[in-house]
Every structure is written in structure tokens, then in C-alpha cells.
T-cell receptor, first 113, second 112 residues
Framework: KQEVTQIPAALSVPEGENLVLNCSFTDSAIYNLQWFRQDPGKGLTSLLLIQSSQREQTSGRLNASLDKSSGRSTLYIAASQPGDSATYLCAVKGNSGNTPLVFGKGTRLSVIA | DAEITQSPRHKITETGRQVTLACHQTWNHNNMFWYRQDLGHGLRLIHYSYGVQDTNKGEVSDGYSVSRSNTEDLPLTLESAASSQTSVYFC???????????FGSGTRLTVV
């Protein structure tokens, strides 16, 4: 059974700092990995989708990397801003059949002005 | 613009009542999913569907059912609501195997 772990559970940083959020998964047989952002009381917004054949994806100040063999992904946020404060969720999709996304519990990020 | 909408946004119901949460998407996606989100547990899969007339159980399906009569809708029914089903429920859809998921805004359900 796939398990997804995100460390740390919470993180507080000063504005302007570069930061890395970590995601690990137990079964490396994945189809893709998706990073989401969730604001308090809101739904999930997709940030980046990495296919298993890719090593990284970039969108603006966000860069996500994937090391499938070691079961790890990182989300790098450059020059953090208070508006980046949210919970970031990592989810993986197994490649056996059409298995649904399995989520980590998220990292709650606070960027202090 | 295509979207995925959930209704109601908030609902309070009594223990033992049947409750149906609606999910409607205009993306024309074949794949639809229901998750619940609880503190300490994250998002857990309840049921999912890969097309009309197809339904599958997820990790926490007991006490829930779904039906898929058309592409656009996947309603989630709580047969007899229990306090343990107090949660935030999210519906999602995806176009195909290698595509990402798009989520609705969620329904906050309280069972009293």
C-alpha cells in the first residue's frame, strides 16, 4: 500500500527566504506526482504535475523535483512571500492500473513579513 | 470556463438521516473521485468512478455510496449519517491516466 509522508508538518520562515518542502513515498512504481496548495477553508489548487519520466517541473517561483528511485520529491519555493502561506500537499498516482491519487498530510507553511 | 462544483457548501444534518452531496463537472472528464479531509488524517479516498456506470470503493467507503448515470455528475450518499462522518468532502476529476486532478471547493458536513 502506497504511503506518502511530508516533512515537516509545519514550517515558519521570514519573508524572502528560499525554502524546500519534502515529500517521500514508499512505492516507487508511480505514474506521476502532483503538488497542491490549500488555503484555509478552501479547496485544493494544483501547482505542479510531474510525470514519472520527468525529473522536474517549474512554474514561476516554484520548482518541483522527482527522484522516483529513491521515492522522493521536493518543492522549492524561491523568495517566499506572505501570500505563499498555505498548506502544501503532495500526492502520488500508482502505475498499477488506474489507481487514484494518494495524499500526504501536508506541510503548513507560514511566511512572516 | 469548465469547472467542478460541489453543493451544498455547508450542511448540518442529524444522526441517522440520509444525505446526498452533489458534484458536477463540465470538463467532460471520465474520472471522478470523492475524498474526505480530516485533521490528522489528511485526504482519504471514499469512492471513485472511471466512467458512466462504473464505481469503485476507496480506502474509507463504509457508510457511503455513489452512482454514475452520466459523465458530469457523481453524487455521494451517506446512507445513515453518523457523527464520525463529520468532515470536509472534496470531489475531484481528471481527464485521463496521465493528467492531474482538478478539485471542487468542498462541502463541510456536520452530523449532530
Amino acid at each position: 500500500k502506497q504511503e506518502v509522508t511530508q516533512i515537516p508538518a509545519a514550517l515558519s520562515v521570514p519573508e524572502g527566504e528560499n525554502l524546500v518542502l519534502n515529500c517521500s513515498f514508499t512505492d516507487s512504481a508511480i505514474y506521476n506526482l502532483q503538488w497542491f496548495r490549500q488555503d484555509p477553508g478552501k479547496g485544493l489548487t494544483s501547482l505542479l504535475l510531474i510525470q514519472s519520466s520527468q525529473r522536474e517541473q517549474t512554474s514561476g517561483r516554484l520548482n518541483a523535483s522527482l527522484d522516483k528511485s529513491s521515492g522522493r520529491s521536493t518543492l522549492y519555493i524561491a523568495a517566499s512571500q506572505p501570500g505563499d502561506s498555505a498548506t502544501y500537499l503532495c500526492a502520488v498516482k500508482g502505475n498499477s492500473g488506474n489507481t487514484p491519487l494518494v495524499f500526504g498530510k501536508g506541510t503548513r507553511l507560514s511566511v512572516i513579513a | 470556463d469548465a469547472e467542478i462544483t460541489q453543493s451544498p457548501r455547508h450542511k448540518i444534518t442529524e444522526t441517522g438521516r440520509q444525505v446526498t452531496l452533489a458534484c458536477h463537472q463540465t470538463w467532460n472528464h471520465n474520472n471522478m473521485f470523492w475524498y474526505r479531509q480530516d485533521l490528522g488524517h489528511g485526504l482519504r479516498l471514499i469512492h471513485y468512478s472511471y466512467g458512466v456506470q462504473d464505481t469503485n470503493k476507496g480506502e474509507v467507503s463504509d457508510g457511503y455510496s455513489v452512482s454514475r448515470s452520466n459523465t458530469e455528475d457523481l453524487p455521494l450518499t451517506l446512507e445513515s449519517a453518523a457523527s464520525s462522518q463529520t468532515s470536509v468532502y472534496f470531489c475531484a476529476s481528471s481527464e485521463a491516466l496521465n493528467y492531474g486532478y482538478t478539485f471542487g471547493s468542498g462541502t463541510r458536513l456536520t452530523v449532530v
